[in-house]
Every structure is written in structure tokens, then in C-alpha cells.
């Protein structure tokens, strides 16, 4: 039974600061859904003393340590030799790791050299932990009393890869015989992370259950863990539940973006969108357009920051922007209207508003934004305000307005 | 004499991997630059056990403490107490800590309750370090041998102000009587870090000055530090050899983005800018415009995603397209043209390009991009061509064109 682990980030990068760590984050989030606490996470350089200092400690405090980092081919990369040595144990070529790597460097015609069989060397007795996307390979190690150690690559992608399909289900099924894991993630729009804490704390979750979530303004994440022997009615049964709390704010099941399933809707639906900003500046097209094949559905838009390009680009009058001024519904509705009109497309999108942090007045403090949609049956603006900084303020509108557009899309 | 420093992150949301912890990398980075080695960073859970632990480590491993996080007024707020604990000292009211307190909830008419005299208590015989811009002050503590422990606040904001404020300054006087730190930012655009490093290395950088650089596509910073006693003029001579070495990559001293230094110049120069971005999806008008008061400069622009708009918004011919293709030099001289007319703006930029996963062919593969520049006396176009992943050609491709734009505006 694995309750305790410890985490190490090795590596120079680390403690200079070049680098941010995210692996040990990563780790611990998923740790903390299957239940498994970190006692600790170590970062050390790629120094052999401080390597072996944090290699005893971390035996000491958990049942399990899992490390990342200095896994590659050159010199300064210690830690498979580290470990030998603290576990006193030879290092062994693995002919078969060695073999692959050959034929990695062949088939892109790179010249092999000799450093590189260290990536094929580990711990004897250590099993390899493959590396779905990249050369070096890790290992896992028994250490005795029960107490296991795990070393993954450091670079992020491949860490992922080989945390989630080597050494988690390993832990789940060591907590359990026949144990598995099933997760759930859901995204959230509408909720802050206290409203959503609210609104989860009354499910029962029963022992083999945990709930974790993350926050990064605009998005807001809810995993469901269920992990456990034969938990399939029980993970049913809490998606569920979640889903009946929740299902005015979930705009989507899985590790998906808002552009992302606007973009499948509209794809799916055959409409094409075009889009009028002027107070995101055009963050909006470029959300959309980060997704690859996004030029199947996105005509394109105007960043109409002006007064000028808003008349000029999108048809709006004079006399609308004298009267109600730049930022009212009805500009927003003429920018819809004028954007769909001028390029054909079937959704017209608009966005006009105050991002500060000057241009607040008291009828429009800083914060307040009109979005419109024109289709060809509907055309209607509404208003949204946002709280915080100019970026927040920006950010906030470009998620309201996309998640307005998906509403639309599913009606 | 600090020379090795241990640095704790505390708190239950990096144990279990809710937050990933910036505040270490920010420390490391900023002890490296005044030659402080950091023997390892640690991170544990609010839990008054393992912050112990952790204490003792790390008064065991480096001359110099600095931990950060657990100052709040709430009950999982242990730090103080441990800390305490961990010296042997009683928790003393500070009064004119306490009294700054009670003024501050005054003034914001916020109910004053006794939790929150907690953040007003520290170890008996520590020193307060002020915090600038939240309530709650960290502390600074003798441990006798010759070692320090610093505690600040975990929010990254507080902690870095206390950190630049206090910390360092009286790190460096400890280093050396009658020192002072001098640092400069340079915001490098052209180079990859490897090339940077090997501009640089020959630099004769003596004992006192430290070179420190951080990638995070596509900016790329180096910073100098100088610290110790009377070093203005050995502070001058190494910027101005960096200058030397460097002038052609140099496109900010201090810590400026490309965007912000394109829209002074832009101010300055009182120019006006209007965009037609095909490839980069609306990314360069949102850079521009995530600067407060980018108005006074920026008319807008189009988002010419489909060829149907470059030919409605733009005026690219058909023809242009037919014979030529919507990546390629024509094509990209008559989109800047054709925005600079239609706006009336003084600098019209376009962009069109293969940013991929799909579309590339053998004459114009993925990461071919054309950037054009139309002014009143001067029309032009050049062709850029970035490795990598679709995200990877957008970020660069908005970085080139921004650059292009500053040296334009520089000329």
C-alpha cells in the first residue's frame, strides 16, 4: 500500500532558476487523486552530493519516490549512476534499449556515438519504464521495506506520457489488486472556484473518490478520480451526480478548450463565423485560430479599434456611435450585422467594451462589455461586466463570447 | 559570507499540486546572480511535522534560509508558529505591526477579528521585513553560526517585493561592506540562447558580475549583476561590452516586451498602425492592444483568414492569388497596401503564411511566411521561414513582424 510519496526534480536549470518546474505539480495533482500524499518535493542540482543527500531523505519520509530529470546522454547527467550508487547496485546495459536507440539514430541519420549508450544503462535489476515520445528511457527500482523508486524523463512531455501509463496504474494496482482508475475531467465556465467548491462539497464521494480542481483565469477545471476494484458504477454514478450539479456551467467532458469546441461545433454544424472585436483586439481570432483546420469554419475578422474602422470596415454609422457611442448595443448589434453582411458568413460575432485602465465613465465604468451575435433568423446584443485588470478584463470577454457562440451553436 | 542557500516553498496547494510554484525559480534565479549557490529547494505541506523537517535540512544544508508562504491569518497558517518552535523562541506582538494592521482594516472598513493579530506575532528577537504591497510581514532570524533564515509571504507578488527590497540587499552587504547591487535587463531578439551563450562567453566577467538568461519563446533575456563594493565603473564598462557584443540583437534594455517598444516608438513618432494578418490569426493586433493606451497608435485591422476576405477587406486581387498564392510576396504587398489605403493609417503591416500542421508543399513548406511593410515612401516585403509546431510559427512569426515594424519606425 503506497500512502506516502516524495518527489525529486533534478537538474542545474532548476536551481539557477532558469527554469520553472511544473513536473513536480503535475505529479502531486495526480498523486492527490488516487490519494497518495507528498510529503515532500526535493529539487536538487545535478550534483552527486546533493543527489545522494536527496535520494536518502526522500527514502526516509515516503514509500515511494518518484524522480524526473538528468536521464540524457551527457556528462553532466548523473542520476541513473547517482541511484546505482545509493542503492549499491552495478549498472547494467539493457541490450534491448541499446538496440533501439541504434536504430533511432539510424533512421534519422544521425551519427551514433558512444555517450549515448548511456541512456541504455540502469540500475541491475531496475524494469525500464518505456518513453512513448522520446529516447531515454526510465526505470523503476524495488528498494526493500516495501518502497518503491520511479525516475522519468524531465522534459514535461515525456514525463506526462510515462507518469500516466507506467507508474500510475502501477500505484492504483498496488493499492488494490485489480484495481484501475477512471478519471473524468470537466470544464467549467460560469463558476469562480469558491462558487464551485460550494456546489461539489455536498457529493458524497465515498473512500475511493477524489475531486481536485484548477483555476487559470478563464479556465476552471473539475477532475473526477475513481479509483479502486471494480468502480465503474460507482465512477458512473458520480459523473452523474456532477453532471447534475453542474450542468448549466460544464461546456465540456474532457481536456478540451472553449476554442476548441466551438470550433468542432462549427464544423459539425457546417456554419462559418466571422468576427467584429474591438476591445479584445482580436484575441478572439486568434483563439479560434489556434486550433490546426480552423480556416474550415473562420472567414476571418476586423479589429475595429477605432471609430474610423468600425464605420469604414464594419458599416456602422455616425450616428449610432454619436448617440450611443462606441460602446452600446447598438454598435454592437450594427458590428454583428455589418461583419456578417460584408463577408458572408453565417455567424457574425461582435465585441465592444471598456478594458481600462483609462476610458471608464460612470454610466460605463471600466469592465463593461456588449457582445452581439447576428445569424440569419437572430440578431441580439447583450451586455456583460467584468471585475479586475485590463488583461483580466480581456481575457473574461473573449471566454463570455465564445461561450455565448457555442450556446448558439447548440440551440 | 552566504554562499549556499536552501530555499522552502510551503503550503498544502503545492503538495498537492494546485498551484505550481514560481516563487523558488524567482529566488534561485535572483541568488544565483549575486553567486549564492542554492543546495536544494524544498516544498512541503502546511503540517507542523514536515515543516520541521524541512527547518532542519535546511539548516543543515546552506548558511542561508529563505522560505516562503503560511503568514495568513487563517488556522492552516502554521509558519510562524513552526518557525518559533524550530529556534526555540516565543511568539511576540509586534505592536507597531499590529497597529499597521488594525489601520489597514480601518481604512478599508473591514470587521477587525482577533485571527488576524496573528499576522502581527513573530519569533522573539526577529527582525520584521516589510511587506509593500499586502499585510502580512515576513521576518528575519539569526540562527546563531553564522546562518539566516528569512520567511516571506508566498503571494508572488508580496514575495517578490520583499525579496528586492530587503533580501538581497542585505545579502549582498554581508557579501561585501559598502556593496551595492547593479542589474541590467537585455531583451534579445535573433539569437537562440546557445548562440547568445557563445556571443557572450568571452566576456571577461571577473568576480563580481554574473550573466544569467532565460528563454521562454519567443523572448529570450539576459540579465547582469553586478554586485560588491565601488563596481559602478566595472557596472558601465560590462554593459557597454555587452552592447558591443550584442547592438544588432538588442531590442530592449530593461524589462520591456517587443510589443511595448513598438507602441512607444510608435507614440514617439506619432505614427499610425494598421494590420492584415492572415497566418497569425489576429495574435499581432492582440499583442499591440494588450497595451493600455495602444489607441492613440493603433487604427485596427483585418483578420484576412480566407482568400475571399484578403479580396473584400483588402483588395488582393484575384488574380495575385490565382497566379501567385495567398503565401507569397505579392500577395503580401497588396495586403499591406491595400490596409494602409482603406484605413488611412501610416504604417500598413501584413502577414501570410504556412503555419501548418497541414497546407505545406514542396515549394512553400510549413513555417514559409511573407511579412510586408507599406509606408508613404517605401513598400516592401520579406520572407521569413520558422521550424517547428504550429504554435511555435504563429509566436515567431508575430515576434519577426513586430521587430521589423520597430527597426522601420527606428530608421
Redesign the interface.
Known sequence: MMETAVILSTGDE?????????N?????????SIGV?????????DDPK?LL??LR?ARA?GDLIIGTGGLGPTADDLTTEMVANFLDRNLIVNEQVAADLRRRFEVRSIPWTANNLKQARFPEGAAIIANPVGTAPGFHAILGNGKNLFWLSGVPQEMTAMFNETVLPWIVAQQDRAAQILACTFKIYGLSESNLDDLVKPIDLGNHAKL???AHYPDLTLRLTVSGEAVQKQFAELCDRIRAVLSPYIYAEGDLTMEEVVGRLLFEKQQTLA?A?S????????R???I????AY?????????N??KI??LGVTAATLEKHGAVSQQTALEMSQGIRE???ASIGLSVTGVA???GGSQQKPIGTIWISIAQENRHEARSFYFHGE??RI?LGTSQAALNWLRQTLLN
Open positions: 532548476l536551481t539557477t532558476g532558469k527554469v520553472i518546474d511544473t513536480s505539480a503535475f505529479i502531486a495533482d495526480r498523486l492527490f500524499k507528498v510529503a515532500a518535493v526535493l529539487k536538487v542540482a546533493r543527500w536527496a531523505e519520509l481536485s480542481f484548477r468576427l472585436e476591445c479584445t483586439g482580436g484575441l478572439i481570432s486568434q479560434i485560430t489556434r490546426a483546420g480552423s480556416s473562420y472567414y476571418g475578422g476586423a479589429v475595429t479599434y477605432s474610423d474602422a469604414k470596415f460584408r463577408t458572408g481600462g485602465p483609462s485590463r488583461e480581456i
